[in-house]
C-alpha cells in the first residue's frame, strides 16, 4: 500500500533458534489521469489533452501516444492534429507519467471520430425537361452543430447555403446534383451527389399512305410513326 510500510524479516536455523528484524520503507504513489476535450471528433481536428495525474512526488515526465502513430513526450499538455481518421474509427491515447524518482503509471482513453452526415433527397426519380426539381437535405449526425451547404448543379453553383432548394431543368441529359456541407463548429466537411436524368419530351409525327391526296375517299389508309419517342 501507498505509504509507511513496515517490514519484517523472520529467520530460523535448524536448531530452531529465530531472528526477527523490522524495518520500515515508503511506497510513493503515482497515478496517471488525463482529459481530453473533445472526446468525439469529426475526422479532422484538434484534440486538447489535459494532464490530471497526481503523485506523492514531483511528476519529471509525460509521453502521450495519441494512437494514430504520433508521440508526444516534451509537453504535459498537448494538443494534437488528427488527419483524415476514417468515420467510425475509435482511437486508444495512452499517456505514461514518470516521477523524479523513477516510479511511473499509464493510463488510456478512447477518442472517437465521425463524418457529418445528411439525408438527401430529391422530389422525383424522372425528369422532363420544363420540370422543377426540388432537393432536400436534413442533417443525422446530432452533434449539436449547424452545417452550412453548398450546392451546384452540373459543376455550377446554385448560390444556396441552405439545406433545400430547386432547380428547373431547361434541357435533357445527365447531370449531377452535388451539396458540399460543412459543420459550423468544427469546419469538418462532407458530400453528397445525385445523378439527374432528364429526358426531353417525344416528338408526336406521323405519316400516311394518302399524305399526297388533300381529300380521300372512305377506305383503309396505313399511318407511319416518325416521331422520337427516346
Not at 51 to 62: E, G, K
Request: contains cysteine.
Amino acid at each position: 500500500d501507498p505509504g509507511i510500510n513496515m517490514v519484517t524479516l523472520v529467520v530460523e536455523d535448524i536448531n530452531g533458534c529465530l531472528d526477527t528484524m523490522r524495518d520500515t520503507t515508503l511506497v510513493l504513489e503515482i497515478t496517471a489521469d488525463f482529459i481530453a476535450d473533445p472526446l468525439r471528433l469529426c475526422t479532422t481536428n484538434d484534440v486538447m489533452f489535459t494532464d490530471m495525474s497526481m503523485a506523492d512526488t514531483t511528476i519529471v515526465m509525460w509521453t502521450w501516444e495519441f494512437g494514430d502513430g504520433a508521440v508526444d513526450s516534451m509537453n504535459q499538455n498537448p494538443t494534437h492534429t488528427y488527419m483524415d481518421v476514417a468515420d467510425g474509427t475509435i482511437l486508444e491515447v495512452k499517456l505514461t507519467v514518470e516521477d523524479e524518482v523513477g516510479c511511473q503509471a499509464e493510463t488510456t482513453r478512447p477518442v472517437e471520430f465521425y463524418e457529418p452526415k445528411i439525408d438527401f433527397t430529391i422530389n422525383n426519380s424522372q425528369f422532363c425537361v420544363g420540370d422543377v426539381l426540388t432537393y432536400d437535405a436534413q442533417d443525422i449526425t446530432n452533434e449539436g452543430s449547424f452545417l452550412t451547404y453548398d450546392w451546384s448543379f452540373d459543376g455550377v453553383s446554385l448560390n444556396n447555403t441552405t439545406n433545400a432548394g430547386t432547380v428547373t431543368l431547361d434541357e435533357a441529359g445527365s447531370f449531377r446534383l452535388e451539396v458540399v456541407f460543412t459543420e459550423d463548429a468544427t469546419g469538418c466537411m462532407a458530400t453528397r451527389f445525385a445523378q439527374i436524368d432528364v429526358q426531353d419530351y417525344p416528338d408526336a409525327t406521323f405519316t400516311s399512305d394518302k399524305d399526297a391526296n388533300p381529300i380521300n375517299c372512305a377506305g383503309q389508309i396505313k399511318f407511319t410513326n416518325i416521331g422520337n419517342n427516346d
